[in-house]
């Protein structure tokens, strides 16, 4: 069983919709956790970064939550864009080690 | 103008050849990564160079060799390619080594390789 798991796997929400992606981890100790958009194609991009100690983190229509007593995350998407069709991976640091969730992949529909 | 360039994009070859992938920063980043993504899309680290020295070696056969001539560039070699090799390699590269908040990671495109 993986430390980081993500859902759903996969979802499809109509153009304008808010929808809201899950990361639980195992990891521990825990240092941070990030949220990266992976395009088709294309590298993965860092959204948020947050520490223990954050419990929220903003970058435009992105929001990302952390509960480090529950070991849990999730990113809330705001009036959803065609470009916002992606994967999105949620990845967390233990010390020297980084473990990446397999992605929840987002389908936004016009 | 782009940050991390890799190249091939696309990468074909049959089974028992060797083949390199090369990386290049232009950020002037101090560390580079190499990443393997699988058909399940999991990402996992193989290695990562610090000013050309090696500080992560994740548990990766050896036929995979990176090696960095200069703090910029990370080229990864792999010999006697077999077919479960065939995946998306991710050169990445950051300010600092550690893993902390501020270190912010950037992925280049990528290089999808296809053994057959």
């Known amino acids: 069983k993986n430390q980081v798991e993500q859902s759903p796997q996969s979802l499809i929400i109509l153009e304008g919709k808010n929808c809201t992606l899950q990361?639980?981890?195992?990891?521990?100790?825990?240092?941070?956790l990030r949220w990266y958009k992976q395009d088709t194609g294309r590298g993965p991009v860092s959204l948020t970064i947050?520490?223990?100690?954050?419990n929220t983190k903003s970058n435009g229509r992105y929001t990302a939550t952390l509960d480090a007593d529950t070991k849990q995350s999730s990113l809330h998407i705001t009036a959803s864009q065609l470009s916002d069709s992606a994967s999105y991976i949620c990845?967390?640091?233990?010390?020297?080690?980084?473990?990446f969730g397999k992605g929840t992949r987002l389908h936004i529909l016009p | 103008d782009t940050a991390v360039s890799q190249t091939p994009k696309y990468l074909v070859t049959q089974m028992g050849n060797d083949k390199s992938i090369k990386c290049e920063q232009n950020?002037?980043?101090?560390?580079m990564y190499w990443y393997k993504q699988d058909s399940k899309k999991f990402l996992k680290i193989m290695f990562s160079?610090?000013?050309?020295?090696?500080?992560i070696n994740e548990t990766v056969p050896n036929r995979f060799s990176p090696k960095s001539p200069d703090k910029a560039h990370l080229n990864l070699h792999i010999n006697s390619l077999e077919l479960g090799d065939s995946a998306v390699y991710f050169c990445?590269?950051?300010?600092?080594?550690?893993?902390?908040?501020?270190?912010?990671?950037?992925f280049g495109a990528g290089t999808r390789l296809s053994v057959l």
């Open positions: 990445a590269s950051s300010q600092y080594r550690d893993r902390g908040p501020k270190n912010i990671q950037y």
């Open positions: 990361c639980n981890y195992t990891v521990s100790p825990f240092s941070n």
């Open positions: 947050m520490t223990f100690s954050e």
């Open positions: 990845v967390v640091s233990e010390g020297d080690k980084i473990i």
């Open positions: 950020l002037g980043h101090d560390t």
């Open positions: 160079y610090n000013n050309k020295e090696l500080i």
